[in-house]
Structures are given as structure tokens and as C-alpha cells.
């Protein structure tokens, strides 16, 4: 019996803006690495080039007003059509904000999610993924952080990222 098995990472690296309540897609664009040679930097996407079964997690940051009440939910869409939810990962089940050093500098909201189980996909499948925040306001999905409490580059600590295991 044979399994065959490929991965692939992306990250953000530039500034993007997430509108209050509306879904928006993460546009990745770069690829850390790719086993298998479906993820595009130009527009944010992976595209199955094999049939197979996938995982995917993903991790968004997003500099947010200091309010008393901040959601981030992540969507996997499939084709153009939201599939699924992400499971919130257990360690950031509560409150994850980061207090930066300055009451100047805004907060830090941080989710990670994964995918519920196996994806099935097909070749020729594309798999996105969409951001909804509930800050109040428009608030940016970025690495920079200024003057982090801890001396660590935010990008370190908290990546925005893609990523994606494939078997067959």
C-alpha cells in the first residue's frame, strides 16, 4: 500500500483591510513552500492538482480597537461557495488578545483555525479563505506590531498563514 502525501504553506506579508461584519478573502501572497504545485501568490488561492483528501489551518492577525467585544470567525470556501466553518483551535477558545506596551497602539486579535476532518477534493478543486471580524470599524490583518510587550517580532508569534496537507 502506498500513501502518498504533500503540503503546502503561505503567508501574508502585506497590510490588508478587513471591513467590520463582511466576509473578505485573505489574499496570501507568498508561498513558503509547496510540495505540490497548486498554490497561487497572485490570487491568495490552493488548487488541488490531484485527487485526494486534504487538512487545511490557517491563522489570521488583525490589529483591533480597544473594545469590549471582538469576534473573528474564518471560512475554507470551495470553488466560490463557503464550505465550512473552522474549528477554532482549543488554545484560543478564550479571549486571545495581545495588550501591546503603549495604550496608544491598538489590540491584537488573533484565530487560528482548522478544517473538521478530511476535505475531500477533486483535481481541478480551489480552496480560499474569508475573514469576518466584529470590531465596530474596518481593522488591518498584519504582521506589524508596534512595540511588542515581549521584545518578539509579531511575525514570529503570530503568522498569517495558509497551509495545507494532502494524501491520496
Do not use: C
Not at 50 to 66: C, D, I, M, Q, T
Amino acid at each position: 500500500m502506498t500513501i502518498n502525501m504533500g503540503s503546502f504553506g503561505a503567508r501574508l506579508t502585506r497590510v490588508q483591510v478587513v471591513p467590520d461584519a463582511i466576509w473578505t478573502k485573505v489574499h496570501f501572497d507568498e508561498a513558503v513552500w509547496d510540495t505540490m504545485g497548486g498554490f497561487d501568490p497572485l490570487t491568495g488561492a490552493f488548487t488541488v492538482r490531484r485527487n485526494g483528501k486534504l487538512h487545511f489551518a490557517v491563522g489570521v492577525r488583525l490589529l483591533a480597537p480597544p473594545v469590549i467585544h471582538r469576534s473573528v470567525e474564518l471560512a475554507l470556501n470551495k470553488n466560490g461557495k463557503p464550505r465550512d466553518l473552522l474549528a477554532r483551535d482549543a488554545a484560543f477558545s478564550k479571549p486571545d488578545s495581545i495588550a501591546l506596551n503603549s495604550e496608544e497602539t491598538p489590540w491584537a486579535e488573533y484565530a487560528r483555525g482548522f478544517s473538521r476532518g478530511e476535505v475531500a477534493a477533486r483535481a481541478g478543486d480551489v480552496f480560499e479563505v474569508y475573514v469576518r471580524q466584529g470590531f465596530g470599524e474596518p481593522a488591518e490583518m498584519t504582521m506589524r506590531s508596534p512595540d511588542p510587550t515581549d521584545g518578539h517580532a509579531s511575525s514570529d508569534r503570530h503568522p498569517i498563514y495558509f497551509m495545507g496537507v494532502w494524501h491520496a
